[in-house]
Structures are given as structure tokens and as C-alpha cells.
């Protein structure tokens, strides 16, 4: 798409990009930075006066009253008379400023394998839009960044998406990681994922964007009560993600988590990874059903395997039980050396409930090693597909909140 139809279509990109786009000159950049102190302050009291909002920016009052002023015309933040009575002695009324609270706003994207989901989560991680949109497996990285351009047009159109409150944009990307390296450098020089480029989200969502893993982002999201949390997706193939106390564990590599590649048999089928018997070989949507026709019956759907088991269809329960059998081997290991205090399984086949987690359970009850009790809670996760998106939204919030923090 050339920059001119860009225009032609989205005539509110003018009064957007005299504010805060990223092509934004050297001068635009730190004007921004100064909003996002002022927003900072906002978002840690509630409530400042411009003499408080002084202290906690060290902005000087000039710049405080020009970025305040800006702010308030755009409708971020908003005054009320507030009767300070503590220090006046007449308790006469002073201005108060506040967030608005329809104004700031993380925008999560994932690009999933078969679906883009799209949130916009407000300053303290509430929930203020979803859109979803499925798409073919087939489609390619840049052709679903494409559609997310069109999805985030239509949101900004409708009003669900405001660029001027957008304080980041987190982005989930189904079989790519980010370097680790790379996201320590800052949202300016992270590197794109292999295969495509962010660029077009980049020119229509303002401030930083980060992006990751997809399952990493959705973990984020289900472990943001600082959980140690142990996350394991079933579906087309097999990944997992690790939160400790709300970080995220990417390794040193920036590949941490690729449970699926973990052997649970030596002696086992080769995988596309080269190793023998990995778990994704085996608990795969296609393989599980594959292995309950050559068990004698097929199911035309994970959905009506799960339903045949718990209807008492032999076969069905049979296939769920040998999938959790493995499904524990992988997962036992990975909970010796991570210690994680939940444990959920997510994706297709977490369809399966109780059944697919029995052996998990037995496994863990039947190690003892003696280091002291292990409590673990372990669960299916409730269907989100927003998930992915979600977390998405929470790394762009948790990344601006650190940013805060200097
Ligand atoms: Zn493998």
C-alpha cells in the first residue's frame, strides 16, 4: 500500500501525527517523554495538583504547563476542582488533574497461527476492546501483519482505538521469538521477526512496540498475579511458558520454553527437529486424532473426541489417557526444575479437562524429594482466545510502567 492511499483512507492521521508518531523529530520525542512522566505520575496517585505533578516530574513548571495544557486538549487528562483542605486554611478549592480514564491504553495484537485478535487494555490492565478475526494457517506472516493493519484502521475509525492515548503496542507472533538482546536495547532496535516487517503497525500505532512469542505473551497474561506460573499450549503443536513473579523467562537465548521438543521417548519417531520421540510429535490436534483412528474410530474434531470420553466412548478416554501419560513425562521434568507453584494447560486440547491432567497429578504425588513440601495447583485454562492479545497489551504496559521507573 503506498503512503498516498494511506492518507486518502485515514484523514485522521494528520491531527494523530502532529503528536505522537514515531517518525516524530528529535524535539517530538522528548516532549513525549515528558508526557509520559506526567502520565506516570497519574497512573501511580490517581489524582496530582499541577505542584505535585512539578515534584514528581521535575519538569519545570513552563514545560509542565505546556505538556499539561496539550494533554488536557487532547482529552487525556481532565481538571476538576477538588477542596484541598489539609494544608489551605480556608480549604478553598484547587485544581486537580486525572487521567481520563478512557484516555490511556495499551494495544495488544497476537498474529496467531489461525486467528488475530486485537485488545486494548486501559493504563491499569482493564479490559476496553477485542476484535477478533480468523484467518487461514497458510497465510503468511506479512500477509496476517496486513490484515492487523486493516483491523487496527477499522478499531481507530470506530473510535475503539484512540492513537492519541496509545502509550504502546505489544505484538504476539506465533513461531518467532524475540531476541532477548534485542528488547534489552530498547523498543527503537528491536529486531523484526524473521519473515516480515512491523513497519505498517509501526506508522499507525504510536510509542513503543514490542513484540514476542505468542504463548509467552498469553502466559503473561494468565501469570500477571506474579505467579510462578507454568504454561503449556496444546495445540497444533506443543510450546510452554515460564512466569516467574511476573517476568517472563526467555533464556539466553531467547528460546526458552519449547516444551514440545522435549524426547519422552528416545526410541520414538523422529521429529522435524531432528531428535527422537518429542512430545509435539506425539499430543499434536492432527496426531491425537490420527492415533484414535488407528485405534478404531475417528473423531472429526478434538471438541467431539473430549465429548465422546466424557459420554464413556472406551476409545476416546483411552487416547486422552495416553496423552496425559505423556503429556506428564515432559512436564514433571520441567516442574523439578522450575518449581512452579501453577501449572496450566491451554490450547485444543486442554478440551480434554481432568482426564488429560490425572497423570500429572499422579506423577507429581508420586515424587518425593525431600526438599521440603511442593504445592502446585494444576488446571486447564478457561478458552480465551484474546489471550495471546491480552498479554500482548500487558507486555506494552509493563514495559511503559518500567520505563517509569528511571
Ligand atoms: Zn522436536
Known amino acids: 500500500m503506498t503512503e498516498g492511499k494511506l492518507k486518502a483512507e485515514w484523514p485522521s492521521r494528520k491531527v494523530v501525527g502532529d503528536v505522537l508518531t514515531p517518525d516524530d523529530s528529535a524535539l517530538q520525542a ?68 486525572t487521567l481520563n480514564p478512557e484516555a490511556g491504553a495499551a494495544v495488544g495484537i497476537e498474529l496467531g497461527r489461525r486467528r488475530i485478535s486485537i485488545s486494548v487494555m486501559g493504563f491499569d490492565g482493564s479490559p476496553m476492546s477485542t476484535e477478533l478475526q480468523e484467518v487461514a494457517a497458510s497465510l503468511g506472516l506479512d500477509a496476517k501483519v496486513g490484515r492487523a493493519v486493516d483491523m487496527v484502521r477499522q478499531l481507530i475509525q470506530d473510535g475503539r482505538i484512540k492513537p492519541e492515548t496509545i502509550i504502546g ?9 524475540a531476541n532477548p538482546l534485542s528488547l534489552a536495547d530498547g523498543a527503537e532496535h528491536q529486531l523484526d521477526p524473521q519473515g516480515a516487517t512491523l ?88 496426531n491425537v486424532l490420527a492415533e484414535a483412528a488407528h485405534r478404531g474410530q475417528a473423531f472429526p474434531s478434538i471438541a467431539a473426541l473430549a465429548e465422546a470420553a466424557a459420554d464413556g466412548n472406551g476409545i476416546a478416554a483411552n487416547i486422552i489417557d495416553w496423552a496425559g501419560e505423556l503429556l506428564a513425562r515432559a512436564v514433571v521434568g520441567a516442574t523439578v526444575v522450575l518449581d512452579p507453584s501453577r501449572i496450566v494447560i491451554a490450547g485444543e486440547l486442554s478440551q480434554f479437562g481432568e482426564p488429560l491432567l490425572a497423570p500429572l497429578r499422579r506423577a507429581l504425588a508420586e515424587q518425593h524429594l525431600d526438599l521440603g513440601a511442593r504445592v502446585v495447583t494444576i488446571g486447564v485454562a478457561p478458552f480465551a482466545p484474546t489471550a495471546g492479545s491480552d498479554g500482548a497489551a500487558h507486555l506494552a504496559l509493563s514495559r511503559w510502567a518500567m520505563e517509569q521507573g528511571h
Open 30 to 97: 522528548v516532549r513525549r517523554r515528558h508526557e509520559i512522566r506526567v502520565l506516570a505520575s497519574l497512573v501511580a496517585h490517581g489524582h496530582r495538583t499541577r505542584r505535585e505533578l512539578e515534584e514528581d516530574t521535575k519538569l519545570s513548571r513552563t514545560t509542565l504547563s505546556a505538556i499539561v495544557g496539550e494533554l488536557r486538549d487532547r482529552g487525556v487528562i481532565i481538571d476538576t476542582d477538588q477542596t484541598v483542605a489539609a494544608s489551605g486554611r480556608h480549604g478553598r478549592p484547587t485544581k486537580v488533574l
Open 169 to 177: 503496542t505489544g505484538i504476539g507472533i506465533a513461531s518467532r521469538h
Open 199 to 286: 513497519d505498517a503497525l509501526r506508522a499507525i500505532l504510536p510509542g513503543p512496540l514490542l513484540w514476542d512469542n505468542n504463548i509467552r505473551l498469553a502466559a503473561m497474561a494468565y501469570g500477571k498475579d506474579s505467579d510462578d506460573l507454568l504454561y503449556v499450549v496444546l495445540s497444533a503443536g506443543v510450546s510452554a511458558a515460564s512466569v516467574s513473579h511476573g517476568t517472563l523467562l526467555r533464556g539466553g537465548n531467547g528460546i526458552a520454553g519449547e516444551l514440545g521438543h522435549v524426547s519422552v521417548d528416545f526410541a520414538g519417531p523422529q521429529c522435524w527437529c531432528g531428535r527422537h520421540g518429542c512430545l509435539e510429535s506425539y499430543i499434536n490436534e492432527a
